[in-house]
């Protein structure tokens, strides 16, 4: 069975739907109003800088007995009732989006460019014509099986859509270009999240100490923040500080520190060197005698680098050795790696 291309404008669409010539199909659809103000914003933007977006997908009905046409929503109903939402004034466009002369703005507050770049935007659509229902929710069943399955950074990006989701997504933006180019990242990890991943637990530390960290984890700092986030502006600073040194560093971008746990131990050292924080403290109160040890002879980066390089020639760092090759997602493993990357620093810095 084939789905005809029809695209529509968005004026026609958000016309049509005003006019029940659009309809959704509660069958197919989740519950209405799953989309919260910052994702219908960050839609509508993508809609206004005309940026490709997923296929809208419909079911034309024709009705015997009043000889007209109704199209049903098969897939794509957040997205059609973000688009009205806008068009009838009653969405304003977040004041987090990236484009800063569209945040706050409704459709009537919209200069006449940027007016026409959203009615004339071409939504495509996939539209069903002549087939029975039946064959309709086969092939909405089958567009849904294909789907790759959402990976955990995925699934949660998709979940929380609160101020501290756009924030995370607003720092991956910001370095995206950069981390790729010195190899921290290939392009499918930005494809499926794994960037953001790392940035959340970065603020996951310096909100609440070094921990083990797995999906609960992330979970509870999301929800955290789904809401409000205060200190975005002074975890934005801590963070920038550490990844824009490291970047610009020639010592610190040695490929055996472009791995995601050894680098975001690595940047979390950054930043306590520039700004301290209460996870510094609890870290060295943790492992006093390492400490002690490391107070008294501290290894420079170059030698953290080439033990893990050849760790049988370097016995003396076994203990850090250790902390980035087994178990490096638990606490204990992540108190090490930073407390002798902070060391190492008090040498570069």
């Not at 002549?130 to 309709?136: A, H, K, M």
């Not at 040194?245 to 060197?273: K, P």
């Not at 609890?282 to 008294?296: F, I, K, N, W, Y």
């Not at 003396?316 to 250790?322: A, C, R, V, Y």
Request: glycine share 4%; charged share 25%; aromatic share 12%.
């Amino acid at each position: 069975m084939k789905a005809n291309s029809s695209p529509m404008s968005v004026a026609d669409y958000c016309q049509g739907i005003r006019a029940k010539k659009i309809i959704v199909n509660t069958e197919y659809q989740r519950n209405e109003g799953l989309w919260n103000n910052p994702a219908r914003s960050f839609f509508v933007e993508s809609i206004l800088l005309e940026y490709p977006i997923p296929k809208i997908f419909l079911y034309a009905r024709l009705d015997l007995k009043t000889r007209e046409t109704t199209k049903e929503i098969v897939d794509g109903q957040q997205r059609s009732q973000a688009l009205v939402a806008f068009f009838e004034n009653r969405l304003a466009l977040s004041k987090n989006i990236e484009t800063e002369e569209l945040r706050g703005l409704k459709y009537n507050q919209l200069s006449d460019d940027w007016k026409t770049k959203f009615l004339s935007y071409s939504l495509p659509i996939d539209q069903f014509s002549g087939v029975p229902e039946d064959e309709v929710r086969e092939a909405f069943r089958r567009m849904n099986a294909n789907n790759v399955p959402l990976n955990a950074e995925e699934q949660r990006n998709a979940r929380y859509q609160g101020p501290f989701k756009w924030f995370i997504i607003s720092i991956a933006k910001t370095y995206k270009e950069a981390l790729l180019r010195i190899g921290l990242f290939s392009r499918r990890d930005l494809i499926r999240m794994i960037d953001l991943r790392l940035y959340a637990e970065i603020v996951l530390t310096l909100d609440s100490g070094f921990q083990t960290v797995k999906g609960p984890q992330l979970d509870h700092l999301y929800s955290k923040y789904n809401v409000s986030f205060d200190a975005a502006e002074e975890f934005q600073r801590l963070i920038a500080s550490g990844l824009d040194y490291f970047i610009e560093t020639e010592a610190l971008r040695q490929d055996v520190f472009l791995r995601m746990h050894v680098f975001q131990s690595l940047v979390l050292a950054v930043i306590a060197h520039k700004s301290g924080g209460n996870f510094v403290e609890s870290a060295r109160t943790s492992h006093p005698e390492l400490v002690r040890e490391l107070d008294q002879t501290p290894f420079d980066i170059d030698a953290l680098a080439a033990s893990l390089r050849e760790p049988d020639s370097f016995p003396q760092l076994s203990k850090f050795i250790q902390a980035n090759t087994a178990a490096t997602n638990t606490k204990e493993s992540r108190v090490i790696r930073f407390l002798y990357f902070n060391s190492a620093l008090n040498i570069l810095i």
